[in-house]
């Protein structure tokens, strides 16, 4: 979620309130960059059934728009790039000193 905020990629789906369909979304990829994170840093997805409360939400929205899940992985991997490049910017700046 950190990732949406102005100054970072600045994603907006339109929340209205909590639980709405922009809600959902966005919890689809905050848990999809979760897992994509969880892989490039070798955690095991023991974590997984904690986030099973949240399929619910996504339901809808995955039921009312086919494209749905592939617009959300897509803003996940950039998220994850963004996470990525920072770390990356970090090292340098290490390696620099």
């Known amino acids: 979620h950190w990732t949406k905020g102005p100054g970072r990629i600045d994603r907006d789906f339109g929340r209205k309130k909590w639980g709405d369909e922009a809600y959902a979304i966005e919890e689809l ?7 994509f994170l969880g892989v490039t840093l070798g955690l ?6 904690d986030h099973a409360a949240y399929i619910q ?9 086919k494209q749905a899940i592939f617009r959300a992985a897509s803003h996940a991997q950039r998220a994850v790039d963004y996470l990525d490049g920072l770390q990356a910017d970090r090292a340098l700046l290490i390696a620099a000193e």
């Not at 990829?29 to 897992?35: F, K, T, W, Y």
């Not at 095991?44 to 059934?49: E, G, K, N, T, Y």
């Not at 939400?57 to 728009?65: E, G």
């Open 57 to 65: 939400s996504w339901l809808k929205v995955l039921k009312n728009d």
């Open 44 to 49: 095991r997805p023991d974590h997984l059934d």
């Open 29 to 35: 990829v905050a848990e999809i960059g979760s897992a």
